[in-house]
């Protein structure tokens, strides 16, 4: 691990990891579970609880790795994801923009619509927009961001609200639309090579 960087890496599922991720100390890995709300019970509990041992095991960077499908990237490319909207928040109907989260408390330490991450570490540099929501998009009647996945948006939240800096790496499997969950199926395996190559590589772990 770099000395400059104390990495917590997060995924959904093991099995978008295809296990390349056991060589790495168990406290630097963990998996959420799918959905938003797993993702941030999770993520959350985690850094409570190094928090609460000692403050020289607070993380430094949180990195997300998961697949993800887009309908502007081609499949096989490694995106990161640096900007992050929760694409099925939908209050449109009492006058609130689509992805606002209405009635939350509004001060300098609230996260705005639209989370940015703050990670000095990013060796690709694209600096795609995430749009996270409960559905595994498969028709093109909700779709919101370059790339779309179950979880970043959280993940990107909860680190806000702990200060610690996140980025998101996305392997695309698909192209968020009627062959979805053939192409993920059929393309997941080949994302974590990319992702060790490209960004585990760059930390030296």
């Not at 060589?23 to 850094?47: C, F, I, M, Q, S």
């Not at 309908?71 to 609130?96: H, N, S």
């Not at 927009?129 to 970043?152: H, I």
């Not at 959280?154 to 996305?170: E, Q, T």
């Amino acid at each position: 691990m770099s000395d400059k960087f104390n990495v917590l890496i997060v995924s959904a599922l093991e099995i978008e990891t295809q296990g390349k991720l056991k060589h790495l100390p168990v406290h630097d890995v963990v998996y959420t579970g799918v959905g938003k709300v797993n993702a941030t019970y999770t993520l959350t509990r985690r850094l409570s609880w190094e928090s609460s041992i000692n403050q020289k095991s607070r993380k430094t960077l949180v990195i997300n790795y998961g697949t993800a499908g887009s309908r502007k990237i081609k499949k096989g490319q490694l995106v990161d994801c640096t900007k992050f909207i929760q694409r099925d928040m939908d209050v449109t109907g009492l006058g609130f923009m689509r992805g606002e989260t209405p009635f939350e408390e509004e001060s300098v330490s609230s996260p705005p619509m639209t989370i940015k991450s703050t990670s000095e570490f990013n060796p690709i540099g694209r600096k795609a927009l995430c749009g996270s929501g409960d559905n595994f998009v498969e028709d093109k009647s909700n779709y919101y961001g370059e790339v779309v996945d179950m979880e970043a948006y959280a993940l990107a939240k909860v680190c806000y609200l702990f200060d610690i800096p996140f980025i998101s790496f996305k392997y695309i499997t698909d192209g968020a639309d009627e062959q979805a969950h053939e192409d993920w199926e059929k393309n997941l395996a080949d994302g974590i090579e990319v992702f060790q190559s490209r960004v585990l590589s760059e930390l030296s772990l």
